[in-house]
């Protein structure tokens, strides 16, 4: 098997709750310090880290984009990130907090004045700033 590695794309995953990284999704056993946890995907050749905002309310997402804004700034690699966005200014703040792709999914999409709508207001809003997945279920 021929692998070339210059088109490798390892990708890392954070869950954040309430600020701080947890094991998984369903686990929420936390990560003692989730900068180091950045910086250890960093150091270790990660392409990117997709970071899951696993927050219920508006204060806890702001906590975590605040870590989002904090892991940026210690580190080179790409960021994307997705999750609790429930109108447009979810997503324009995981972009000022340094993400490069924001992920959006359908579920979220839905009650934000319908789903097409959804689809083509963030690609106006931002063009060539950033990537934009919306993904659908079903």
Do not use: W
């Not at 869950?15 to 910086?39: F, H, M, S, T």
């Not at 605040?66 to 994307?80: D, F, S």
């Not at 004045?113 to 279920?137: I, M, N, V």
Request: hydrophobic share 35%; aromatic share 10%.
């Amino acid at each position: 098997m021929n692998i070339n590695m210059e088109h490798k794309n390892i990708v890392a995953t954070i869950y954040l709750k309430d600020g701080k990284a947890i094991k998984a999704r369903d686990n929420y056993e936390e990560y003692p310090d989730v900068i180091e946890l950045a910086k250890l995907y960093n150091d270790s050749g990660i392409d990117k880290i997709m970071i899951f905002d696993l927050s219920t309310t508006d204060e806890e997402h702001e906590r975590n984009i605040q870590v989002i804004r904090n892991i940026n700034r210690n580190i080179e690699i790409k960021v994307c990130a997705g999750g609790n966005i429930n109108r447009m200014e979810d997503i324009k703040k995981f972009i000022y907090a340094g993400c490069l792709q924001v992920i959006v999914t359908g579920e979220y999409g839905t009650g934000c004045r319908g789903k097409q709508a959804f689809r083509e207001r963030p690609y106006s809003c931002f063009r060539d700033e950033c990537g934009f997945y919306l993904q659908t279920s079903g």
